[in-house]
DNA sequence: ATCGGCGATAGACATCGTCTATCAGAATAG
DNA sequence: CTATTCTGATAGACGATGTCTATCGCCGAT
């Protein structure tokens, strides 16, 4: 069905697409304006034009409401990738110019963030000082989208979650250990415990979405030990305090027992089983323009993982 | 890298992008704005323009030469990526206005195009009275591409060849048939034959790059028959009139059977090992904007498969 | 030495996207 | 029931920009 000359002009510009996207995203042909920073008439008129164009109406507008007609939900979809590979294509290019410079827009786990961020931030700020980073915190399903639609240039996820078609790179493998009160049955004794020990246990985990949870999870159903159901904790350390208080027991990454475990009279004990962990990496959109910056920058980050304590079993104060 | 606003706008347009392209693919400026029909200046000041906002030169412009530079190779894929999600839409935009009408570009093999094409254009004609289809016959290799990069719409080819990331529909089966000279050790009888029985025979193919070659050849190797390699035949009918002379043995498919072997003195035996066969479908780019359109394509298309001969085990005239 | 092809430049012109000012319709408030 | 105040559409002016024709400067081929 396409018969028209490849080299054609075509009837419509990136511009009017960023107007109908952001009359699709705000549904106000103002607000709309305003984000673009253009007067309402030129959206309007342009909106106009991209409708002619197309040969058919994008959105229904009724006064007081502005709607998109039914066949504007894929066609819209279809502006948003154009838009996104023309994105991507000024940022290869500015990316050939100078090479890891700039802002990089950064995702990275709530799980991660507080205890590993430092940890990188100074090994990047050495490699690449000429890099500025931002860093977005957020679970991992809003981060795999936020990667997805291009608002992000990579994140920091659990490799082990369901991630879609992202470019990967491995940067380190953080194992879990257990956390118990310190009157518990399984406070005596420093060495390594098996899973199986947890069978009966009752285990406090994080809130739902946080991919922690679900590994955590995985591992523990598989051993026998059930999630406690009425205690969810939204935070690592709100989980630490519940489980000193002796609600219960859970696992926590090797990466948080510094920082936490330290606040709180917990018993950490490291587990023998090797699949008790998670791996911590970098994804990235497949067709980004940073793919061979990002590996780059995979590599420094992985050459000095964050020093875990070699000794996790031990009281602490 | 990117910190720009996502709807500032983008300081290139598609139209420049197309300049872009046509310039990398004739390697002439001038050449190029013949192809995209505006005047050579103008095309120079876009692509000044382009290079301008992308901040580096795409072409190294040397008197009696142009060429691509070392940055612009990945910078004009991107380019080539931007300007099929834009056709793409305004495909879409005309598919939602009314499906299945215009023009639809098909490809097909040369090994299918003869045998089928009548019985199917006939089958659609019937079925989409509006829609006006443009058969083009290349090899397997040739037409993936076409459709990847889309200057095809789809293609009618063996699904066992190597097609990459194509969306798929299979629309018949099309078992192989023994063809053999009329004094042939194996033209006596027409019971069907095991493909072992083939064993020692000099098997004829088609030449490189036909895939019912390879496939055929798959199938003759399992079962110690061996090319005879000095003779290599460009088309089925000229195989046919090969195997005719007595040459060798080959195995036809059926699609073609009625048509060729009436031309020329064989015996026709069918094979009892139903692998012998390849499966004829149509594939189309993953994001076509025809995708549902072409799923309806290969339902009519499937639903009167071509009528194979009853008993190909016969002696042609 | 000259010619013929190349891409770049200059300047005129028209198109088009933008602006401000304003209109028409419909919900809401008094 | 009317005044207010949102909404998006329209009108007209202005400026930017993409286009054109004409021409230049360059280099290789004749």
């Known amino acids: 069905m396409s018969i028209a000359d490849p080299w054609a002009p075509l009837p419509f510009s990136l511009r009017q697409l960023q107007y109908a996207l952001a ?25 106009a034009a991209l409708e002619d164009a197309l040969g058919l109406a994008l959105f229904e507008r009724t006064p007081r409401r502005v709607l998109p007609t039914g066949a504007a939900a894929e066609l819209l979809e279809r502006a948003r990738r154009v838009l996104l590979e023309a994105t991507d294509l000024l940022a290869a ?5 100078d090479p890891l410079t700039g802002t990089l827009r950064l995702g ?36 795999a989208d936020a990667v997805r639609t291009g608002s ?44 199986d020990t947890l069978d009966g246990e009752r285990v406090l985990l994080l809130d ?14 598989a051993h026998g030990a059930h999630e406690r159901g009425e205690l969810r904790a ?59 910056a990002l590996r780059r920058f995979a590599r420094v980050l992985r050459e000095a993982p964050p020093r875990g304590r070699r000794d996790p079993s031990r009281t602490a104060s």
């Open 23 to 47: 009359v699709a995203e705000l549904r106000s042909f103002r607000g709309a304006a305003e984000r673009c920073r253009v007067a309402q008439p030129s959206l309007s008129a342009q909106l």
């Open 93 to 97: 290019a500015r990316n050939a110019r």
């Open 108 to 143: 990275v786990l709530p799980t991660i963030a507080p205890y590993w961020l430092p940890h990188a931030m100074r090994r990047l700020r050495a490699a690449f000082p000429r890099l500025r980073v931002v860093w977005v915190e957020e679970k991992t399903a809003v981060l």
């Open 152 to 195: 992000l240039d990579a994140a920091v996820v659990a490799l082990e979650a369901p991630l879609g078609e992202l470019e990967r790179e491995a940067l380190f493998r953080d194992a879990f250990v257990l956390a118990v009160p310190r009157r518990h049955r399984l406070a005596r004794g420093r060495a390594p415990v098996r899973l």
């Open 208 to 221: 739902d979405g946080h991919c922690l949870r679900e590994q955590v999870l995985a591992v523990c159903e």
């Open 234 to 292: 939204t935070s690592l350390p709100t989980l630490v305090q519940m489980v000193a208080q002796g609600d219960g027991v859970t696992l926590l990454p090797s990466l948080a027992i510094e920082t936490e475990a330290r606040r709180a009279p917990l018993v950490l004990r490291p587990l023998l089983d090797t699949e008790a962990a998670r791996t911590v990496g970098l994804v990235w959109r497949p067709r980004s323009a940073l793919g061979e």
